[in-house]
């Protein structure tokens, strides 16, 4: 197959490019900046930039099928990708898999991630929808500077369980839909096996590392200063503060078996993970 992949670069859409090549498939790996791409067989670099959502488009008429993900710090996914969607509707593409959010059918139709759903579901395109449930990696990446200097998870948590998943099941799961027919027109929530809350979080990182890790359940308002000090938009630390406050409330701890139903493997357990990258938190 031929297949397209938006946010090439990116923690998932990276590992959907390298399933994809291990699989023998031709991919078309979208990124703003192309030409700085690792050259490998069967892998051609193209143009895709959520600054200007209607370039490059036409890359979808060389492809079988295309992987689609909002990039992180933006909140408007429908601005950044409906003209995607529109050119896949017009070159008739075979199959388009949209990465959103646990929950996000629970959203408000014009809600930007709800609305790109909707628009997916009424394309008359073949589609899957995958919604990850939070990420083990947001402790090496969001998290990571609370970690590194004070050896805390500053998260407004409470003691609510997450059932978090690795972005290696997330990417495995876009690689098998795209490339199988068999789940046709269906979302899927995608969990890892076991839900923890943080402070069992900090516990098996401490395990994994060596050292004394701890979670602080620290305010919205505190958290969105850390946001906004790192860098993020206002209206992107809203929508985490929103994301946040509904993992509060229980609703990221359910665990559901669609990565196994779909690529017939179990997840990555928390202490799989932790021990695999113990080094990002060492420093």
């Given amino acids: 197959m031929k297949v397209f992949v938006y946010g090439a670069n990116g923690s998932i859409g990276s590992k959907v490019v390298q399933g994809l090549l291990e699989k023998g498939h031709e991919v078309f790996a979208g990124t703003r900046e192309p030409e700085k791409g690792k050259q490998a067989t069967n892998l051609h670099w193209v143009f895709a930039d959520a600054q200007k959502p209607n370039e490059g488009v036409e890359v979808l008429e060389k492809v079988n099928a295309a992987f689609f993900i909002a990039p992180p710090g933006l909140t408007d996914q429908y ?23 646990m929950g996000v059918e629970h959203a408000p139709p014009e809600a ?7 628009a997916v579901e009424s394309s008359g395109l073949s589609y899957n929808i995958i919604r990850p449930n939070w ?68 516990a098996k990182l401490s395990n994994a590392t060596g050292l004394s890790i701890s979670y602080a359940d620290i305010t919205p308002e505190d958290f969105k200063k850390g946001l906004l000090s790192a860098g993020l938009p206002e209206d992107y630390a809203d929508f985490m503060n929103y994301i946040a406050a509904s993992l509060k409330q ?8 669609s990565v196994k139903q779909i690529t017939g493997k179990e997840p990555i357990s928390f202490d799989e993970y932790a021990s695999k990258n113990k080094a990002a938190w060492l420093g």
Avoid: C
């Avoid at 950044?80 to 949209?98: D, M, Q, R, T």
């Avoid at 229980?250 to 078996?257: H, L």
């Fill in 135 to 202: 990420f083990m990696q947001n402790f090496q990446t969001y998290w990571i500077g609370g970690i590194l200097k004070d050896k805390k998870i500053y998260f407004p948590g409470g003691d609510a369980k997450v059932s978090f998943i690795n972005v290696e099941d997330i990417a495995a799961t876009a690689v098998t839909l795209l490339t199988v027919d068999t789940h046709k027109n269906k979302a899927f929530a995608l969990t890892g096996k076991e839900a923890i809350n943080h402070t069992e979080v900090a």
């Fill in 112 to 118: 930007p991630f709800r609305k790109l759903e909707l």
């Fill in 250 to 257: 229980g609703n990221s701890a359910p665990i559901i078996d």
């Fill in 79 to 101: 601005a950044i990708l409906s003209p995607w969607l529109e050119k896949a509707k017009s070159v008739k593409l075979e199959k388009f898999v949209l990465n959103t959010a």
